[in-house]
């Protein structure tokens, strides 16, 4: 089975796929994280994609889709089921996604869809802090650390996203109407999407995301 995990920045993408892939024991692919390995690390790629997302902007297609093709590539021999988490994010990816599962004889992804209206994505991205040494997070507004600035975890200090200030969370909810959500025509058509409701806690919807999976594959 493979999967593909869609919705807007904050809806919780990430934290589902961390729960799903060792339920499922699939392999995890985030363009956004391996994107931000490579602002890390520096590399040529890293060094332009730095500009597009503290902009709030996609980055292009043919980097994205370089990248995502050099992660799962060596990842294919060790498995047959992958969890796509932020990719495909435009129409065209979507195609690049066909070919890429073609070539590598992957089972076409079921799409599920996690809906959250805009004004909890707001708050929830632009409230988002993230511990700076074990990588806890915490949101301002609906989870606050018992002591502001400070991790419960590991007393480590409270960082942001450089892309969740408001300005940015802004822009990257404009392309997400623009680009993103045209995908979900796509899927829709070929009837593998599943849209929930992912506005209540992330155990609830972790109950509506396996009942699909349960249910239908
Ligand atoms: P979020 O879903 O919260 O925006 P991600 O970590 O998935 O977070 O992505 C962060 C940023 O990385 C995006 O705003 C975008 O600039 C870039 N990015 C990630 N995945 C893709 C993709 N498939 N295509 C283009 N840009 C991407
Ligand atoms: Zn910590």
Redesign the pocket.
């Known amino acids: 089975m493979n999967l593909v995990l869609f919705?807007?920045?904050?809806?919780g993408?990430?934290t589902q796929s961390e729960r799903l892939v060792h339920h499922y024991s699939m392999t995890h692919i985030?363009?956004?994280?391996?994107?931000?390995a490579a602002i890390r690390a520096r590399s040529p790629l890293g060094i332009k994609?730095q500009e597009?997302?503290s902009r709030?902007?996609?980055?292009?297609?043919d980097?994205?889709?370089d990248l995502?093709e050099s992660i799962i590539a060596p990842k294919r021999k060790d498995t047959d089921s992958f969890l796509f988490?932020?990719?495909?994010?435009?129409v065209e990816?979507v195609h690049r996604l066909d070919g890429l599962c073609e070539t590598l004889n992957l089972v076409p992804p079921a799409v599920i869809n996690l809906h959250v209206p805009e004004e909890t994505i707001l708050l929830r991205?632009t409230g988002r802090r993230i511990c700076g040494h074990c990588g806890a997070t915490f949101n301002a507004y609906f989870r606050p650390t018992r002591v502001a600035g400070v991790c419960d975890v590991c007393s480590g200090p409270l960082t942001k996203?450089v892309?969740d200030s408001p300005e940015t969370t802004r822009e990257?909810l404009r392309?997400?109407s623009s680009q993103s959500a045209p995908v979900l025509d796509t899927y829709g058509e070929r009837g593998v999407l599943y849209t929930i409701d992912a506005t209540a806690g992330a155990d609830d919807v972790y109950r509506k995301i396996t009942r699909i999976i349960e249910e239908n594959y």
């Open positions: 919705g807007p920045p904050g809806s993408k990430g985030s363009t956004g994280d391996a994107l931000r994609a597009v997302i709030g902007e996609l980055v292009d297609d980097m994205v889709t995502l988490d932020g990719y495909p994010r435009t990816q991205l996203r892309d990257r392309v997400y």
